[in-house]
């Protein structure tokens, strides 16, 4: 009975058609094979040797600052930490936080004083699809959040699907969905496009819009941009200048329609608004210094050392001319680790198993 219906089924695949779009799909992939791309990335970090690892904004902080956290082994990866502020309106005065991971999962949750809990579940089902879950929780109405990403990373290719608080409780789909994808077309090019479809509530109309990127990779440099919708435009330019100094620039320009009031004209104008920051990171041997300066008038840096095996400082600074401000940030982090854990490093229990999917 099975070999008969299987028989009834060969149609599906044995038929002209189906054998001459098999064709097609084995000679355009071997064409991509022979081209010897690479994966490009994806398209919310198409600038993030700039924006990440060289300017400012995942470092800069304000105020005091401690952090303590106690490692528990290493496969699987265990911590908890506690982490200290004060004067910083950005950070809690106390947080609480775990991390839990292994080759496939990474389970970490954060809890701070004031009873605002942030949790986060990654699964990778495959060596290329990963499922990313965010979800906070905190007093007060409307304070919630969940947010759902899928990844895959192809071997030329990365396409991603986002959701940000989903729901059809309401009648209807609302939230916000965005879908990624950046090809390589050479080993030196990669194209790609974003599409955002969002919905506010059952009663609002749906609105969309759709951003388009590039990015080039040379021996020593990237540069990448980025048209996003209603006309913004983002470019960055990274550059490794030797083993230890990275530099970058990011410009950031928005075009502002003048209609409404205050127009110098009937039918409004348009006006343009933009800001562009360069800055630079420097690896010593046991710190790292990175500084920045934009139009705007302001001028930042971030010191971190390493001042013994388990603990670090990190001194933040930065200064608005224009405004006559300035803030300073001054940070110490102490990591404990048992002498199990100790071992478990020297003798690298499993070095080829691939990292928990952070």
């Known amino acids: 009975m099975a070999d008969e219906k299987h028989s009834k089924l060969d149609f599906l695949s044995s038929n002209p058609v189906a054998e001459s779009l098999r064709d097609v799909y084995l000679s355009y992939s071997d064409r991509r094979e022979a081209l ?18 060289v300017l400012l904004s995942n470092y800069m902080f304000t105020g005091l600052r401690a952090d303590l956290t106690k490692a528990f082994s290493v496969a699987p990866l265990f911590q ?17 936080a775990a991390m839990y991971g292994t080759s496939k999962w990474l389970l970490q949750g954060n809890l701070d ?29 409307g304070q919630a959040m969940l947010q759902l990403d899928n990844d895959y990373i192809g071997q030329d290719f990365t396409a991603s ?13 609302t939230g916000i969905f965005v879908g ?55 470019t960055s330019y990274w550059r490794r200048l030797t083993d230890k100094v990275e530099a970058g620039v990011d410009m950031n320009l928005q075009f502002v329609g003048g ?6 004209m009937m039918g409004g104008g348009m006006s343009k608004e933009g800001v562009t920051t360069l800055g630079a990171k420097y690896d010593f041997k046991a710190s790292t210094f990175r500084a920045q300066v934009d139009s705007a008038g302001r001028l ?9 095996p388990f603990v670090s400082l990190t001194f933040a600074g930065d200064m608005d001319h224009f405004k006559q401000q300035a803030k300073l940030g001054l940070a110490v982090s102490i990591e404990a680790a048992g002498d199990d854990f100790l071992e478990q490093q020297e003798k690298a229990v499993n070095p080829s198993a691939p990292p928990p999917p952070f």
């Not at 009873?115 to 929780?137: D, E, H, V």
Request: charged share 15%; glycine share 12%; hydrophobic share 35%.
């Open 36 to 53: 010897g791309l690479s994966n490009p990335g994806t398209v919310e970090g198409i600038g993030r040797e700039v924006q990440k690892d």
């Open 80 to 96: 908890i930490s506690h982490a200290f502020a004060m004067g910083s309106q950005a950070l809690p005065p106390y947080t609480f």
């Open 113 to 141: 004083n004031d009873g605002q809990l942030s949790a986060r579940a990654n699964y990778r089902w495959s060596p290329s699809f990963t499922t990313k879950t965010n979800a906070q929780i905190a007093p007060g109405p």
């Open 161 to 173: 699907l986002k959701s940000l608080n989903p729901s059809i409780l309401d009648g209807g789909l």
């Open 180 to 234: 990624s994808y950046l090809q390589a077309l050479t080993p030196s090019l990669a194209v790609g496009l974003e599409a955002v479809w969002q919905r506010a509530g059952i009663d609002a109309g749906p609105e969309t819009a759709l951003s388009y990127c590039a990015k080039y990779k040379g021996n020593d440099w990237i540069a990448s941009a980025q048209l996003q919708a209603q006309g913004a435009v983002n």
């Open 259 to 264: 209609r409404g009031r205050g127009a110098p």
């Open 300 to 308: 930042g840096c971030v010191l971190e050392k390493r001042i013994a």
